[in-house]
């Protein structure tokens, strides 16, 4: 059970290129999240997912895109990337909403845009 | 709108001692839900513990517990018998249980566990 994978651990990007961070769960998990860190800083949302098909916009969504066409695949895509952009970003998966079902989080992808 | 506030950049404990984190939040949700999660230097997220809401005792977990004070508004991590290993940055997080399972993130406390 490797639980939340993603690809990959680093990039480094110019302004302007594109490119799309991989996140698996092999949990069979319905919730899905991406989340970015800057330095110094709490996590803030980004994307989410309530299973295949369905996703919603967090707190911060403006550059980035998202697409869930299966249950175990939820991958983040950034367009004409920015330095502002330059985080950590963490894919994290939950079973249910409620109660204790808390959420698995990832290795986590340093991405850094010159 | 909710929120979550950590008041505490950096703690320092000596080993072997308790300490305490500050965590308090704000939301107008009748249900929630408080999480801590502990990032050590190597980056990933570890769940610590878990209180709701309606819950009426304090959560332990080994190690952890959560000073809950639903009127306070506050939910307060506590480490028992710190160890060098405890040396990380820890982060309290709130999910409203009707808003699709978001956590808002406090911006986290640094502890240094002093040998």
């Known amino acids: 059970n490797a639980g939340v994978t993603q690809t990959p651990k680093f990039r480094i990007l110019k302004i302007g290129q594109s490119m799309t961070l991989q996140c698996t769960q092999d949990?069979?998990?319905?919730?899905m999240y991406w989340y970015r860190q800057d330095p110094g800083m709490g996590l803030k949302l980004i994307y989410y997912s309530v299973g295949a098909g369905i996703t919603d916009k967090g707190e911060v969504p403006n550059g980035y895109n998202v697409s869930r066409s299966t249950t175990e695949d939820f991958p983040l895509r950034l367009e004409l990337a920015a330095p502002s952009q330059t985080s950590v970003y963490f894919c994290a998966s939950s079973r249910g909403l409620a109660g204790v079902d808390t959420q698995y989080f990832g290795p986590g992808t340093r991405l850094t845009v010159l | 709108a909710q929120k979550i506030t950590q008041t505490q950049p950096g703690m320092f404990v000596q080993e072997k001692e308790a300490v305490t984190l500050d965590c308090t939040y704000d939301t107008s949700d009748p249900s929630y839900g408080l999480f801590w999660y502990k990032q050590p230097s190597s980056g990933e997220m570890i769940f610590l513990i878990y209180q709701g809401s309606y819950d009426q005792q304090n959560a332990t977990e080994g190690r952890y517990s959560l000073n809950f004070q639903k009127a306070r508004k506050s939910a307060n991590l506590v480490i028992s018998a710190s160890q060098l290993g405890d040396s990380a940055m820890y982060f309290c997080?709130?999910?409203?249980?009707?808003?699709?399972?978001?956590?808002?993130f406090g911006q986290g406390t640094e502890l240094s566990v002093k040998p």
């Open positions: 997080a709130m999910r409203a249980d009707n808003q699709g399972g978001k956590l808002i």
């Open positions: 949990m069979n998990h319905n919730y």
